[in-house]
């Protein structure tokens, strides 16, 4: 069974910094893309990054500049180090398993989500 | 532009038929794929590519497009059908994605 779960989630002052993870179960991030997607309270969803494959990055444009995305495939764990952080920036984060092959593109599985809180 | 537009709120009655509508240029190239995500739960994929579920989703779930719009079509609806219903697909880039704002289903 494949799954993946957040972690790391938390409180952070305005311009604060926070990094959290994603593990993921059952699939190598070696051969798939991963993502984040996060939810503001009460919102829709917002998809936030993106790693392929192949280890490239690519970023949504409220995040981009601010936010970073890694992974290690070692420990099939996917990570965001999100920086300047703003009272925009709370929200659910989610990660999940990409896939990018057109016309079957889609997000899924996902995981239960990690919050994070930008209060002071 | 890669924005998508789906209709807020969308009402049926228990059993009968309804169709959340999600609008959008990149439609006339690309196929949406489409989420169920119920209160303080993640988002679950229901639908993708031309009219594909995931093993376990139920057929009562299907997709279609037309124009510049994505579909998704529930029939016999169900009272645990009542959940909030995205679409997204890629950019032109095809390194980029877009979510609709959501559709909030209430089953009557």
């Known amino acids: 069974e494949e799954r993946l779960e957040e972690s790391g989630g938390g409180v952070v002052p305005p311009g604060g910094s926070l990094t959290i993870s994603c593990e993921g179960v059952?699939?190598?991030?070696?051969?798939?893309?991963v993502s984040w997607v996060r939810q503001a309270p009460g919102k829709g969803l917002e998809w936030v990054s993106t790693v392929n494959d192949g280890g490239d990055t690519h970023y949504g444009d409220s995040t981009k500049g601010r936010f970073t995305v890694s992974r290690d495939t070692s420990r099939n764990t996917l990570y965001l180090q999100m920086n300047g952080l703003t009272l925009e920036d709370t929200a659910m984060y989610f990660c999940a398993k990409t896939r990018s092959s057109w016309p079957n593109d889609f997000f899924g599985p996902w995981g239960p989500g990690t919050p994070v809180t930008v209060s002071s | 532009s890669s924005e998508l537009t789906q209709d807020p709120a969308v009402s049926v009655a228990l059993g009968q038929t309804v169709r959340i509508t999600c609008q959008g240029d990149?439609?006339?190239?690309?196929?949406a794929s489409w989420y169920q995500q119920r209160p303080g739960q993640a988002p679950v994929l229901i639908l993708f590519?031309?009219?594909k579920r995931p093993a376990g989703i139920s057929d009562r779930f299907s997709g279609s497009r037309s124009g510049n719009s994505a579909f998704l079509t529930i029939t016999g609806t169900q009272a645990d059908d009542e959940a909030d219903y995205y679409c997204n697909c890629r950019d032109s880039s095809g390194n980029r994605w877009t979510f609709g704002g959501g559709t909030h289903l209430t089953v009557l």
């Open positions: 990149r439609f006339r190239y690309d196929y």
């Open positions: 590519g031309n009219n």
């Open positions: 059952g699939f190598s991030f070696s051969f798939y893309a």
